[in-house]
């Protein structure tokens, strides 16, 4: 009798697809999270040989906590630990604090203010975010480097008008906060924008006519409702921040993330102490979002009932010249970059940029672009021109192969989980999946990576340079932003519309794709972009998991370190160039976009 | 707060440990090693290297199927080798990896070569190229099944090599029998790898300013922050320092330093005579100070870049003047005369009339064989075709700064390059002076350069190693 009611409340259960998905996929996100953890965790404790575990040890196999007692307590516990975690933390809240303000500030500008240009604005801000991030960072380097002060051969300013910058700006912490602001700033807009552009205007208007000054209304009113948007922008950046290893790398920090692979070779153990480190991080920013979320005051930003926001005017003068003041600065950070890429494909050496002072074009070249054999020694480095040249074609297609398979997994098992989990909102495990395929994203990417690439190394499963691997990773990594996207939607639509289908016996797979799908086309198409967009660019996560010349990122820095800036750029434009299309493609077909109309009103 | 935190830590490591049930019974150094400790430990590391040189030759029974195959490679000649290699990969996909990227160009050349034996042979093949020290971890993953992915491999890093995949077993040598007549051995008598080429990096600067680099300790003198890949993130450079510390190159600085004037003496007496208790700790020769001393000051120094091409793109150009640094002397073939880049701001130090000291650093590519190759006849036929014809080397051998190791084939590459003359133009005019390259033989008598030692290299990793990350480097922090 019993087992025949346990019987009849699983198939009850089971009869429920959202059932279905939350425990097919709690069991396989648990795995793909918790596998690559344990993984990391076990290289912590085992004897590498030729490592410092080895030496300390006396031995070459087996396992030993020597990694832990030398990484916290030797002479170079400073080098190697402290001063990277230091250093990370900083870049993390810099960075979060940058794209905070210039995003949010940009978002305000944009959603309620009377500013000029709005549209175009909107467009090109996203920009630093659909280039890899490292691609600003020598874009600074071109344009601030000088040899008296950084040794190396004179950028842009030291060139052409005899500019010296000082050394914090070149290298550091500095340029590396900024960069790396500048590249999140666009989800800090996305995030902050949609809620000024549904804020009900409601409370703003009674502070107005209660005549409570301008201050008090922004710092009691508007900045708390945003407060939400803020939280996500710094649960999104915190983790890519401390995660990041190519900005800090080219603009000379030392963070946990250039530690780990600088430490690797020989202190192999430790720099997967350090990847747990950095996962840690990503586990206590979880938990304090959640703590955050039980705690945090209930706004609500979307009423549906809000009249017209009222638009600050900035005046006649004001809204031109705040608009010139976003579009000079936004030409410096989205299109001078692209300028700059093309450029450097034409200059005959790898920033050799003698035809600007000597005024003489001959000083140009399309070998980079033309040299169709690699036999003749044309300063080319042994490469064939950039349209002939199989490495960065191959990677190309490679690329192309990872975000398309990552979008349509992450986008498809996140849209389902969202959906699972709106429909089971009140359920734990439903909660426990949310968690659980959220979590990797709040994982630094060079300490995901380096797990994977720990798992998928053994004796019965070798999967270094595949793409099935970088297809799991990123899959895995981007679930996310499908998820998140998912729920946020789903949570808006009430559970009657697919009740009434129900009641007539509409069958789940009719329900999803007649009813949900096109509802929430726009929420669920940005699901899929997003995991495109961030694949097709994505260094940190794929770095220890494939050689270069495999995709087109680790091609890219490839060139990018051996100085071949004209390879290096070529291919950035080739990344930018497919993006756009790609965004434009869905726009049309779909209406969707990035920025999704918050430039528009 | 600090001690919370290591606190916390620790406890929650004990905790892993007793969970796991895993805690090593062997005492534990740390790499806080006392100073005073070093000299016993790197004994004890020499006499591990000793021990295992004098390890008696295996017994046939004991040898793995990879190794009997090795041995018996190594007696058959060139084309007996090729044809074993067409029978086994006839229609096959050879997967190779290495430090170097060429090895993608001759594998073509190798193809066609057992074509020309038999026209009906083909074979596809994959050479990877990992990135950031990748390739230990790859290789070390691929051993770890029973028929690895990879025939073979092209590696860097003598050190590494040798404490990572050599004594572990991961990776064979292979010596092939036209390698061994030319360089008047055999196979049982050569003792350590096969090189298939030595590269140097040689110490350049720029020469449109007024500044004299005529003793390798200008490199580190006060103000000078010469341009050199990071030690973190190309381990070979630091292979580098640690053969400066070997009794034959301290004593070269040594010299170097006693042909410096009395001013410059006065500025460098004071390091070394800091660094004498510190070379009797390590454990080094009688001139270990002046190695220890040409080391810190370098360390504390150096300008890290990502690579050797942006040293170089830095070294040509007008703007870098008096810029120094020590870089890969190939990279000088790919500069493009321009009006703001020329070959003639560079020089080459060790070129110079007068020049005193080390000239620069060798290091080789060495070929191996990995222990459970899938394709070991091909992969050591493809090793023999590479170290012993001219074709087999010319993806490399089209380059300046590289020099086989066979001295037969090393003549005929010169002989069809002519790089002794590379820096002449086609009207016999001595155009670009620094890039004739003087050879092999010039670069290691006259030209003092440092060669890499793979024992000695491993068998001081943790104590000058050691020593080495502790001093603080030349950076924006």
Redesign the interface.
Known sequence: MNSKHMANRVKTYLSKPQNIILLLFGIVLTFTTVAPIVAI?KDT?I??????D???????S?????N???L?????AK?NL??PLW?TLLLAVFTCTISILYGGFFAFLVTRTNLKFKKYLSSIFIFPYIMPQWTLAVVWQNVFNS?AV?????GLL??LFGIEMP??W????FPSSIVLGLHYAPFAYILIGGIFRNMDANLEEAATILDTPKWKTMFRITLPMIKPAILSTILLVFGSAMGSYPVP??L???TLSTKY??????YTGEASILAIIMMIFGVAILTMNQVSLKSRKNYTTVTGKSGQLSKINLGKVGKYLIAVVMVVLTFFTSIFPIFSFALETFL????????L??K?VS?L?TKWWITNENIT??????QKGILYNETIWHAFAGTLLVAVCCALLAGTIGTLIGYAVAKNRRSKWASYVNGVAFLPYLMPSIAVGAAF?ILF???KI?L??TYTLLIIAGTIKYIPFASRSALNSMLQLSNEIEEAAIIQNVPWFKRMFRIIVPIQKSSIISGYMLPFMTCLRELSLF??LC???FILS?TLD?F?????YAFSSAINLILIVTILIFNTLVNKLTGASLDDGIGSN | M?KKI?SL??AG??M??TL?G???S?P?????TPASAAGSEEQKNNEAVEASKEEAPKEEENLSEIEKIIKEAEGMTMEELAKKAIEESNGKTFYGVGNS??GKTALPLFIEYLQSIDSSYTMEYEW???????I???L???S???TG?FAMTLIQDGN?I???MV??GILKTYIPKEWADANGTTADAYEGFLPLQTLNKVFMYNCTGDAVYDNCWDFVAEGN?S?YM?I??E?VGKNFLYMLTEDKYAAWLKEAFEALDDSDKAYFQPVIDEMKSEAEDLGLGADGAYALAWIKLWVESY?????D??????L??D???D?SGLLVYSKL?????????SLNNIKVAAYEDGYTGIGGYGYCHYLFVTNNSPLPWTACAFIAYMTCTEDGFSAWG??MGGYSSNPEVATAIETTYQHSKGGYNEAGENVFECKNDRGYDWWTTDGELVLEDPEYC?SV??TV??WI??LTKY???
């Not at chain 2, 300008?303 to 690579?307: E, G």
């Open positions: 965790v404790l004897i590498h040989p030729g490592t410092i080895a030496h300390l040890t006396g031995k070459t087996g396992y030993t906590v020597v832990y007692v030398d916290f307590t030797s002479k170079l080098t402290w001063k250093n040899n950084v040794g190396t051969s004179n030291a060139s050394k914090w070149c290298q550091g912490l790398h080219y000379g920090l030392t692979i600088s430490l690797n070779s020989k005959p050496n790898p920033g050799d940029y003698s035809f002072y000597t003489d000083n070249t020694e044309n300063g080319m480095y042994g690439f190394s053994n004796e070798n270094f340079n770095l220890l050689t270069q010349g680790t490839y990018d370190e051996m100085g071949l | 600090k290591v830590v620790l490591t004990m892993a440990m796991a895993c805690g090593s062997e534990q150094n740390t790499s806080s990227s060429r990877q190229q990992p990135k950031n020290n990748k230990f971890e790859q070390t993953a691929d770890l099944k029973e992915t590494q040798e404490s990572k004594q572990p922050h341009l990071d973190d993130s381990i300008n890290a870049q990502t690579d091409g942006p040293i170089c793109n830095t040509v150009t703007s870098a003047t810029q073939r790919s500069v493009e005369e321009s009006a703001g880049v089209k380059d491993a990793a943790f190693g050691s990350e502790l950076s924006a922090e």
